[in-house]
């Protein structure tokens, strides 16, 4: 049986078939696992667009009273820790738990660090953020490779499939902070958070009731280790996490692992894993020659993916400061929360990948390549920091800008996030090694983390720089990244195969 073959087998669930097309003409267990992220991303996304106002809110308001630039960097040190965490949720699923499982319950973590979150108590504010980060870890990759498994390599429904997908996902994260904005404006912080508390725990219900339409349901892992090396698994694990968590209690109560340190170490830890994991990969005898081929190409991906997510994640942390402090809340008459601006971008993700999914389905083999779909999206994501630098120039007069800056800016990023991440996250699936299938997702996801750990240290600059200064720098490198990415397209073609 060839490589491709062992690939496409699926011995744990229905096998993926041209014939299933009960779902807008996709598998129907594309409709399962995209109603779990609708629900994840209601909850993540949806706390996402409150955390770092909650943050830099005042302590007589409710909040934690940190400065902008600081409430923004840790904010982008959580996001760092969520996809760091995706690593070993890969390896998780591969060796130990299989991917429904690791699925099922990273979902559960996520829901009791939410209902952490909605204890008003600034101890259960960082005891759930970790929860959220592990349940993330062990949920958004395996999730998405879960979607690859239901396609053939060859299907060409595929990269729809994946912006279906990302569709589901962005009506999430179009309604998430609606609901969260309006209750913490209202309300409180915390009843904002218990929102998104019962969002994830809805999302595991019709995850649970749905399981029977997946591919990769079984309990064994794919890749599972042998009874023996298992154990020691489990046991270095569960020693692991209780040791580190020991020495991070000592040293926070030492006075060393102060806030800064910690995110500090994040960012190191983010640039140092994905090094390591591709070093790992390119070297590991169950990696073919050919499928280590198609690994280089994907570093180019790899990169471009950290350029773009360093400016899609500040849709949550800098502009969300922005909005709050210098842009208007009232649009057409309505007042409305500052957290809202992070609904516009869902909003637009939502109506747009519907028309880029019929796009590519319309066109077929005649599609852009995958690597040009890519660096559309980061020049898109760097021309939405680049219209910042108009409304942000010159003496305002005490003038706020108007709404429909924000929102032309979340409509470029959010264009760019269905081109960019629909065919990144389709690439990885097909271009992942066999014998690293979650992981090579999980590598994906630490291009998120690398792209949190560098906002973490440059978003210090925001209280420090000019806004058109910070925006016009930022949008100026990822335009001229996504234009070296189309330079590099005559080489991506060539070596990509499969992906088209």
């Known amino acids: 049986m060839s490589q491709t073959d062992v690939k496409n087998a699926q011995p744990d669930g229905p096998p993926p078939s041209g014939d299933d097309a009960a779902f807008f003409g996709q598998p129907r267990g594309l409709l399962t696992l995209s109603g779990l992220e609708v629900w994840e991303r209601f909850s993540f996304l949806g706390m996402q667009a409150i955390l770092v106002l909650?943050?830099?809110?005042?302590?007589?308001?409710?909040?934690?009273?940190?400065?902008?630039?600081?409430?923004?960097?840790?904010?982008?040190?959580?996001?760092t820790?969520?996809?760091?965490?995706?690593?070993?949720?890969?390896?998780?699923?591969?060796?130990?738990?299989?991917s429904y499982r690791a699925v099922l319950w990273g979902g559960i973590l996520i829901a009791c660090g939410h209902y952490a979150m909605a204890v008003p108590a600034g101890a259960t504010t960082w005891i759930g953020l970790g929860l959220i980060s592990a349940g993330t870890g062990l949920l958004k990759p395996n999730a998405a490779t879960m979607v690859g498994k239901l396609y053939r390599t060859d299907d060409e429904r595929r990269d729809a499939g994946f912006a279906v997908y990302y569709m589901a996902i962005n009506i999430g994260a179009f309604a998430g902070p609606l609901v969260t904005g309006w209750l913490s404006d209202h309300q409180g912080w915390h009843w904002g958070f218990s929102a998104a508390a019962v969002g994830m725990t809805l999302g595991l219900a019709q995850y649970v009731l749905g399981r029977r339409h997946l591919a990769g349901r079984r309990h064994a892992a794919e890749f599972a280790l042998a009874p023996d090396a298992m154990r020691r698994a489990v046991r270095l694990i569960a020693s692991g996490v209780v040791a580190a968590a020991v020495v991070a209690t000592v040293l926070a109560l030492a006075g060393w692992l102060t806030m800064s340190r910690f995110v500090d170490l994040l960012t190191l830890i983010s640039v140092l894993a994905p090094v390591a994991y591709f070093a790992v990969m390119f070297a590991s005898p169950r990696v073919t020659s050919q499928e280590r081929g198609r690994l280089k190409p994907y570093v180019v991906i790899f990169l471009a993916s950290t350029v773009f997510n360093y400016i899609l994640f500040q849709a949550y942390s800098t502009m969300m400061l922005l909005a709050s402090t210098d842009a208007e809340t009232t649009l057409l008459g309505f007042d409305f929360p500052a957290s809202w601006y992070a609904s516009a971008l869902g909003a637009f993700e939502v109506a747009l990948a519907p028309v880029v999914a019929a796009l590519w389905v319309r066109m077929g083999r005649r599609q852009p390549h995958a690597s040009n779909k890519i660096a559309i999206g980061v020049v898109l994501g760097g021309l939405s920091f680049l219209l910042m630098v108009l409304p942000t120039s010159g003496d305002s007069g005490g003038?706020?800008?108007?709404?429909?800056?924000?929102?032309?800016?979340?409509?470029?990023?959010?264009?760019?996030?269905?081109?960019?991440?629909?065919?990144?996250?389709?690439?990885?699936?097909?271009?992942?090694?066999?014998?690293?299938?979650?992981?090579?997702?999980?590598?994906?996801?630490?291009?998120?983390?690398?792209?949190?750990?560098?906002?973490?240290?440059?978003?210090?600059?925001?209280?420090?720089?000019?806004?058109?200064?910070?925006?016009?720098?930022?949008?100026?490198?990822?335009?001229?990244?996504?234009?070296?990415?189309?330079?590099?397209?005559?080489?991506?073609?060539?070596?990509?195969?499969?992906?088209?």
Do not use: C
Not at 59 to 76: C, E, Y
Not at 81 to 93: K, R
Not at 442 to 454: M, R
């Open 54 to 79: 909650y943050f830099a809110d005042t302590v007589a308001n409710g909040g934690l009273g940190m400065a902008a630039g600081t409430a923004a960097s840790v904010s982008a040190a959580y996001g």
């Open 399 to 500: 003038h706020l800008m108007s709404a429909w800056w924000i929102v032309g800016s979340y409509l470029l990023l959010g264009l760019g996030d269905i081109v960019l991440e629909t065919s990144g996250m389709s690439a990885t699936t097909k271009l992942a090694p066999t014998a690293f299938s979650s992981q090579t997702m999980s590598l994906w996801f630490l291009s998120l983390a690398l792209a949190n750990g560098i906002q973490a240290q440059t978003v210090k600059l925001y209280d420090h720089v000019s806004q058109p200064a910070y925006f016009g720098v930022n949008g100026a490198i990822a335009v001229a990244a996504g234009l070296a990415v189309m330079a590099a397209a005559p080489y991506l073609r060539r070596t990509m195969h499969p992906v088209h």
């Open 81 to 98: 820790l969520v996809y760091l965490v995706s690593v070993a949720g890969g390896w998780l699923a591969d060796r130990i738990l299989g």
